[in-house]
């Protein structure tokens, strides 16, 4: 129905779970995808697997890391059409046990770094977008954001993930609005239950390394439980799932949709 052929996807996270998912999708449509993660070894894995296109190690809410990653893309890859703002992680715990630094630290992966990443691309959309024009051709570029239903409906615990995700949907539909004349589509997408390591049953073993700090993540199982109870089909995504709501809005599918959210949740709204 479509091809990628040509297109050039840069895929933050894209190490495990969801992100992985988006960039083998990418690629299996024709992208060239430049793939970055915090962490090297899952990050040459998804590269191995996909066995062409680039890979970025690095951490994106470094300040410096956003302006090299869009550089090293443009130049390895030779261009820029499609940006998957996917990498995060949550950092839960009631209000009262939420630390400065925690909240910061969940705006700065869900929307400060986003943020950066799409003013570094902004230079080379709205240029290449005017000599296109002035050629007489148009192409359509996308940017897809991924929020959560903790975002866009409020979950306990989450104060500091539910407002970072919150704010990528005011990015989103701002960035829609001041691109729409560049021809860049501008989406988001809002996962419910995926099940990747962020949703995982809370143990000993629910941690994450996240620069060199141990972070506890998981669901307790009684919640997850009651959750997928709740859920109109009745259990948890899958990462190859999600892809596809975000696959559909990287492809010409989505020419003439920008600046919406949505939700990937198997119906479930909290
Ligand atoms: N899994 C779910 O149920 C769920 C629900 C709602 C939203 N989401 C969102 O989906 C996205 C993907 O999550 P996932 O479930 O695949 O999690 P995951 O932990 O499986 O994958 C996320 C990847 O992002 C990378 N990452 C984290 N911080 C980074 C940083 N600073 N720089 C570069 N890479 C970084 C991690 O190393 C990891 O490989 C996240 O934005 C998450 O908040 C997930």
């Not at 570094?120 to 024009?133: C, H, P, V």
């Not at 073993?205 to 620069?211: F, Q």
């Not at 997928?228 to 892809?243: F, I, K, W």
Request: net charge neutral; glycine share 12%.
């Amino acid at each position: 129905m479509f091809s990628l052929e040509t297109k050039v996807a840069l895929v933050t996270g894209a190490g495990r779970g969801i992100g992985r998912s988006i960039a083998m999708q990418l690629a299996a449509a024709g992208a060239a995808v430049m793939l970055n993660d915090l962490d090297p070894s899952p990050l040459e894995e998804t590269r191995d697997a996909i066995g062409r296109g680039g890979a970025f190690a690095g951490d994106i809410t470094d300040p410096a890391l956003p302006g090299k990653l869009v550089e090293r893309t443009i130049q390895e890859l030779g261009g820029l059409d499609i940006i998957v703002n996917n990498a995060g992680y949550t950092w839960d715990s009631v209000i009262q046990k939420t630390t400065d630094e925690q909240f910061q630290a969940m705006l700065d992966i869900h929307v400060v770094a986003p943020f950066r990443i799409l003013r570094a691309a902004a230079g080379y959309f709205r240029d290449t977008a005017k000599r296109e024009a002035a050629s007489g051709i148009r192409v359509q570029r996308k940017v897809v954001n991924i929020t959560s239903i903790s975002g866009t409906d409020g979950s306990p615990g989450q104060a500091g993930y539910g407002s970072g995700k919150a704010a990528v949907v005011g990015l989103t539909r701002t960035m829609a609005k001041e691109w729409g004349r560049y021809n860049v589509n501008v989406n988001a997408v809002g996962f419910g239950l995926i099940g990747t390591r962020l949703i995982q049953p809370l143990s000993e073993t629910s941690k994450i390394d996240v620069r060199g700090r141990e972070i506890k993540v998981g669901v307790q199982q009684a919640v997850l439980d009651k959750v997928v109870a709740m859920s109109p089909l009745g259990r948890v995504g899958t990462p190859e799932e999600a892809a596809g709501a975000v696959i559909f809005f990287c492809s010409p599918l989505s020419d003439f949709v920008t600046g919406e959210v949505l939700m990937c949740t198997g119906g479930m709204r909290f």
